[in-house]
């Protein structure tokens, strides 16, 4: 040791030995020694010591500003406080004394100390790359300039942070670095940029699952697609608006798609996003609040209207369907269910498919796009591919796959036994709550149509009447139609009526023709006023004629209506229009009063309970022959 460095050296141990008991003195021991040594590090190291124990944030920042200067990098006392100072910075929000002290001195340091600060610390992190990133963060909060040069880096950071832990980097990206560079976003290699983008959207998309406003996340998914597309130089989107229609947006996909070349990257992006901004909507519209209760929506076939003339179901095929509008919202639904469809079969095509089955991996859109693939094998009409995608939704709830069952052996305009069977299981599984009402534009003609059916009880009834008018409908038509067929069609017709009034007019048609009319149904189901005048009509209106009309007695002195079995084993009354029956007169009128009384009972429950009292009737009038099929209480 020189002469000089043992005077250096004493002097500021002397400082040292002095710095508590006597502050002054020990100030005066270093000033003396900056003079004779200005150049000496641990002489300027304890000027700052003494300042920073003092409190004087100031003055610690002058000689802080001096040591990281002409010492840089050179210290480990200095690289101890710079750590010190950079995690006070980082616990802004929640800092001791201590930590106050450092950032108060900070804000005195020069900007270019300040930098070299970040910088010091950020070559200095070694492998650990979350302080190195949140240096980054915090240096481009400091000096937002900055990250015109440094967000590469970063950005490869933090893409390489989430090769081991994905949900936090995820977060990190989104939240922290992507709005500090969304301003003047940096060029990054086409492989980087689409990877963040990819994570963007999986964080957005989880979020997205996990709550019920998702504006402000679409809104950050839109912000991140164009953030990425600025850094690859891509010809810009749309913005993301709630309230813009989604054919804008593919109006201008399929602009940019006309003028790209084939297999772009951009469009795959844009096309991707488009069609899970679809998807979604789509997904959350089947279900919404009707009457204070969660109703999902289930696409279902619709049914054609049969007449003598043909139905139209042969050309209805050669073409996509029609949705019916039978709801408020089934509108929305049809729009983000087409437009989902629209995006799917652009990405199907060769130039994408690739791409596009490994973008659908590494997102987790396997809820949505399961029951997604299902409908659109319905809308289709595939029904091959729908059976087998329906064998692979394991947490379908049954009621649920009974309709769907149901609704795909209706796409071949025919009815099986167990197409019936769902329809037992439907009634069996009514939602208990009567909310709902019933639905327009069940039954359409000329064209093959889908209808978004929700699961509400009088909804499922109507179907399940559809479902078994549709195949019933046209025997009607046929020779020698039975009387118990007329019969019970009038039944399910109460429901059915505005739907199909062709059909009605035939029935009564029919009755009128006849002699002798077995309407074992009246006293039990008839409760339909239009029904039963115009059955008082024909009564009335063939008093010269000997009718009958033979009908089933209520139970008893209760009035309530008496159970008809199927094998129609009840005793029977015949009423008769000629004066043999003198009594007759008034017993139809009695029938007829007693009938409109029930008016206003609930048309929903009154066929529920007949469709399940009656099944091995209707299966026979369905089938031809009686077959065996499970018996269903309604409780």
Not at 120 to 134: A, K, P, R, V, Y
Request: glycine share 4%; proline share 5%; hydrophobic share 40%.
């Amino acid at each position: 040791m020189t002469p000089d460095e043992e005077n250096e050296a004493y002097m500021v141990k002397e400082a040292q030995r002095l710095r508590k008991s006597d502050p002054c003195a020990a100030k005066a021991w270093i000033i003396t020694a900056k003079t004779l040594f200005p150049n000496a590090f641990t002489v300027q190291y304890e000027a700052y010591i003494l300042e920073r124990d003092s409190k004087n944030y100031e003055e610690a920042a002058r000689c802080f500003s001096s040591i990281a200067t002409n010492f840089p990098n050179q210290h480990s006392e200095l690289w101890q406080e710079i750590n010190s100072l950079t995690n006070a910075l980082r616990n802004d929000s929640e800092s001791s004394p201590e930590q106050e002290f450092y950032v108060k001195m900070y804000k005195h340091l020069t900007p270019e100390v300040q930098h070299n600060v970040f910088m010091h610390t950020i070559n200095n992190c070694g492998d650990n790359l979350e302080q190195c990133i949140s240096m980054y963060i915090l240096m481009f909060n400091k000096f937002p300039k900055s990250a015109l040069t440094q967000a590469p880096r970063l950005l490869e950071m933090v893409v390489e942070g989430m090769k081991t832990e994905l949900d936090l980097y995820q977060r990190v990206l989104v939240e922290e670095v992507l709005p500090l560079i969304q301003n003047k976003p940096p060029e990054l290699p086409p492989s980087t940029a689409c990877r963040l983008y990819i994570s963007s959207l999986e964080y957005y998309i989880r979020q997205i699952m996990d709550e019920s406003d998702n504006s402000d996340a679409w809104k950050n998914v839109f912000k991140v697609l164009t953030i990425c597309g600025q850094m690859m130089g891509w010809e810009p989107f749309l913005p993301f608006n709630k309230n813009l229609s989604l054919n804008v947006y593919w109006e201008r996909l399929v602009d940019i798609l006309s003028s790209s070349p084939s297999g772009s990257t951009h469009v795959l992006f844009y096309a991707t996003t488009l069609f899970i901004y679809s998807l979604h909507g789509y997904n959350r519209n089947c279900k919404i609040r009707i009457e204070d209760a969660d109703v999902s929506h289930v696409l279902v076939e619709g049914f054609l209207e049969w007449s003598p003339e043909g139905d139209g179901s042969d050309v209805a095929c050669m073409e996509p369907p029609k949705f019916s509008l039978t709801s408020p919202v089934s509108t929305e639904l049809s729009q983000a269910f087409l437009q989902s469809a629209q995006c799917w079969q652009l990405l199907n095509t060769d130039q994408f498919q690739k791409d596009f089955s490994q973008l659908m991996q590494a997102l987790p859109l396997q809820p949505w796009i399961s029951r997604f693939l299902f409908d659109l094998a319905i809308y289709f009409g595939h029904r091959d591919e729908a059976n087998k995608l329906m064998s692979e939704m394991t947490n379908q709830n049954g009621l649920v796959q009974s309709l769907q069952i149901l609704s795909l052996h209706l796409m071949q305009n025919s009815m099986t036994l167990q197409g019936f069977q769902c329809i037992l299981k439907i009634i069996a599984e009514l939602p208990a709550t009567p909310v709902g009402q019933l639905l327009d534009n069940m039954t359409l003609k000329g064209y093959r149509h889908v209808v978004f059916l929700p699961l509400t009880r009088s909804a499922l009834v109507q179907y399940c009447v559809g479902a078994i008018v549709s195949r019933l409908g046209r025997k009607v038509f046929e020779p020698n139609c039975p009387d118990r067929l007329l019969s019970d069609l009038l039944v399910l017709q109460q429901l059915n009526l505005l739907n199909d009034v062709l059909l009605t007019q035939q029935i009564f048609t029919l009755i009128r023709q006849r002699k002798a009319f077995n309407l074992r149904t009246l006293s039990t189901y008839i409760i339909s006023i239009d029904f039963i005048e115009e059955l008082a009509h024909i009564w009335n209106s063939q008093q010269e004629d000997n009718f009958e009309l033979t009908s089933s007695p209520t139970n008893g002195s209760s009035g309530a209506p008496a159970p008809i079995s199927a094998s129609g084993g009840a005793p029977t009354r015949r009423i008769g229009t000629r004066g043999a029956d003198k009594g007759a007169k008034d017993e139809f009128k009695a029938i007829t009063r007693q009938q409109i009384a029930r008016c206003n009972e609930n048309v929903i429950t009154l066929l529920a309970n007949f469709i399940s009292q009656e099944h091995i009737m209707l299966a026979q009038h369905i089938f031809g022959i009686a077959q065996p099929v499970e018996t269903i209480v309604i409780k």
